[in-house]
């Protein structure tokens, strides 16, 4: 794999900001391997395997990975394994990092949603060798960065194909009471600000940009090209009976969910790793092969 970390200035965000990228590099070559060369160095494991030229104009499909809360974009590969996968899967990932955000607008100032759904993609489109056609782009994300998948691919159903939930159960909800609930009780209150500094006060939910619920309901009831959703959780995690609820409120609102209770599993890297596996090995829709230009 080749794995880039990218920093620049975000305007939406007011500050520089680290992006990883990762490319499926080590699938590809740059001359063809059907005429031998002296002296150059394939991985034996690859040998004979490679299944393209380097062409120019060719790119990738891409699967946005969002890390979870307190993580950075380095850990989720440090910790898991997702170079592998994508690479035996030939897409591109990229993970920003968003800090303790929940992937929202923020009531304190800073647009982590404009970035993630406007600016980011432009960007990588722009400067990367990603596909931008809809039906090339994913959004996967882990415990916070589950919710920031979810509520992203709700709010912008133009720009994914797939959404990947595994583990959200803080953040963003398409139980717009919960959400209240949670806003005013103790909890985060007294050990999380940034939650209730993020969101701002519950009376000021509903009908705002933090009401998943009114914002999924609109894209339905006006026809739109919803995505498709996987949502996963494990059978011992904390925050499961929330997941289940946006779960069963998607269902009801009419949306295309799968719903993976993954047995045995709890809230970590363990459940974490494999099912960034899952999502790129089987959930995904994904060509396991580059985009040329006459595609």
Not at 11 to 20: K, M, N, P, R, W
Not at 51 to 70: C, D, N, R, S, W
Not at 150 to 176: E, F, K, Q
């Given at each position: 794999m080749s794995l880039m970390r990218f920093n620049y200035r975000s305007?939406?965000?007011?500050?520089?900001?680290?992006?990883?990228v990762v490319f499926?590099?080590?699938?590809?070559?740059?001359?063809?391997?059907?005429?031998?060369?002296?002296?150059?160095?394939?991985?034996?494991s690859l040998r004979g395997k490679i299944?393209?030229?380097?062409?120019?104009?060719?790119?990738?499909?891409?699967?946005?990975?969002?890390?979870?809360?307190?993580d950075d974009d380095t850990l989720t590969y440090r910790y898991t394994n997702a170079e592998l996968y994508a690479q035996r899967n030939h897409v591109m990932l990229v993970t920003p990092d968003i800090?303790?955000?929940?992937?929202?607008d923020t009531e304190y100032g800073v647009l982590y949603q404009t970035f993630l759904t406007e600016e980011l993609p432009l960007l990588i489109q722009t400067l990367f060798a990603s596909s931008p056609k809809r039906e090339d782009n994913f959004i996967v994300g882990y415990a916070m960065g589950g919710n920031v998948a979810?509520?992203?691919?709700?709010?912008?159903?133009?720009?994914?194909?797939?959404?990947?939930?595994?583990?959200?159960?803080?953040?963003?909800?398409?139980?717009?009471a919960l959400l209240k609930e949670e806003l005013d009780g103790e909890h985060f209150r007294n050990f999380f600000y940034l939650f209730n500094a993020a969101f701002g006060e519950s009376s000021d939910i509903e009908n705002s940009r933090f009401d998943t619920y009114s914002i999924a309901r609109a894209h339905k009831e006006k026809g739109d090209e919803l995505c498709k959703f996987h949502i996963a959780c494990g059978s011992k995690e904390f925050i499961r009976k929330r997941v289940e609820g946006d779960v069963r409120i998607l269902k009801e609102l009419g949306y295309d969910v799968n719903y993976i209770c993954a047995e045995g599993y709890d809230h970590d890297f363990a459940m974490w790793d494999e099912y960034i596996r899952v999502a790129l090995d089987e959930l995904l829709p994904l060509k396991r092969a580059a985009v040329l230009p006459e595609d």
């Open positions: 305007q939406a965000l007011g500050h520089y900001v680290d992006i990883s499926p590099t080590d699938e590809y070559s740059y001359y063809d391997i059907s005429v031998p060369r002296k002296h150059h160095h394939d991985m034996p299944k393209a030229v380097y062409e120019p104009g060719m790119k990738f499909q891409t699967v946005y990975l969002i890390h979870g809360g307190g800090a303790n955000s929940f992937g929202v979810l509520g992203t691919a709700l709010a912008r159903p133009d720009l994914y194909h797939t959404c990947v939930d595994i583990s959200g159960g803080i953040g963003m909800t398409l139980d717009t």
